[in-house]
């Protein structure tokens, strides 16, 4: 079948090789629920006013049909099992992924997406995938129940705390031949970017901005030709920087490190145990407003000086040193050593700030 890449009245573009089957079904469903609600409704209406209540009329039993019994048994039991035999060929389809199929891993927490791919690069957030190939993510979640959801590729699963599960699309061209197949390689060309959703409720968040709550638990499909996305991953990678319309990218133009940290802070996660804002409300971990310099009273009753050592320690083993009166829920983030150095000085520049 056509993919149509452009989204329709009701569906978004068919960007996978799924789509345009699940949307047949799709149809097929909706326009079976249009004939017989319309049959049904209608008859009805037309039964009550044929058959209304008239004076000087009696009512009279109607006797049975069985020719008719059986066709309305029968017909709707046929319509159901064609829908079952095709969504159960779907089904299995979408669950055994192709054995050539490249393996992303995908790590969901409140309220973040962290992407590895097989050599090992990390993207937050997005994730850059080749098109024409089949992809498999291989997913988990350090907290609760997420749901990995691009509407694009019609594909939907569920991360659940303790296992893994498991999901595989193939993108498909947006505008074939907009890029020739012998265009110069440039790790930073996207034929096109879907967006990712969470689909099920992760908890409501404190705040309201980017990767904030589940409402905002978004991430980016960026689609590129697998020559470009070879490149890609062998880039290295620049840490993201504050944009003009509020947002963080990955750009040109480099920033402080205080700036990136400022990003990290949002697309790591971190905002959703630790306060950034002087008066927000009491988060699970300490707030960073005002903590550089400070004695920090731990756990073992020892006190330490809130420095570039500690941050530093803190994030890498979150164990080690646990705040008094927290628990020790941290996670442990997987950090490249320049993130964790933005980060640092993000906390530092937020010490300085006051209450
Ligand atoms: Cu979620």
Redesign the pocket.
């Known amino acids: 079948m056509e993919n149509q890449t452009e989204p329709s009245l009701q569906l978004p573009a068919q960007l996978s090789t799924f789509a345009p089957e699940v949307d047949w079904l799709y149809h097929f469903i909706f326009w079976v629920s249009v004939v017989f609600f319309v049959g049904i409704v209608g008859s009805t209406l037309y039964f009550m006013v044929k058959y209304r209540r008239r004076p000087g009329v009696k009512s009279e039993p109607t006797g049975h049909h069985n020719t008719l019994e059986l066709f309305w048994t029968f017909s709707p039991l046929i319509i159901l099992f064609m829908m079952f035999f095709w969504g159960w060929q779907g089904f299995l389809q979408m669950a055994e992924a192709p054995d050539d199929a490249m393996i992303v891993r995908v790590r ?1 927490r409140q ?1 973040a997406w962290t992407f590895e791919h097989p050599n090992g690069a990390i993207e937050d957030n997005e994730v850059h995938v080749p098109v024409d190939r089949p992809v498999r993510l291989v997913m988990s979640s350090a907290d609760v129940l ?1 749901s990995f959801y691009v509407p694009d590729f019609r594909v939907k699963r569920d991360l659940v705390p303790g296992m893994f599960t498991s999901l595989w699309f193939q993108a498909v061209q947006r505008d074939p031949g907009s890029v020739p197949d012998d265009a110069e390689v440039d790790p930073n060309r996207v034929l096109y970017t879907s967006q990712v959703y ?1 689909a ?1 409720y ?1 908890g409501a968040g404190g705040a309201w901005g980017p990767n904030m709550g ?1 409402a905002t ?1 978004y991430a980016l499909v960026h689609v590129q030709r697998d020559q470009d996305y070879q490149a890609f991953l062998r880039a290295p990678r620049p840490l993201p920087c504050p944009q003009e319309n509020g947002t963080c990218a990955v750009s040109e133009t480099e920033c402080s490190p205080e700036a990136a940290g400022s990003c990290l802070f949002g697309s790591k996660g971190c905002t959703a145990c630790h306060q950034n804002q002087a008066g927000g409300p009491q988060l699970a971990g300490p707030t960073f407003v005002g903590l550089w310099g400070t004695q920090q009273q731990l756990t073992s009753g020892e006190s330490v000086e809130v420095n570039e050592d500690f941050v530093r320690q803190s994030i890498m083993d979150p164990r080690s040193q646990v705040a008094q009166g927290y628990s020790p829920v941290m996670p442990q983030i997987q950090l490249t050593e320049p993130e964790t150095n933005a980060l640092i000085a993000y906390v530092r520049s937020l010490g300085t700030a006051t209450e």
């Open positions: 969901a309220w997420h969470c099920e992760c589940h638990m």
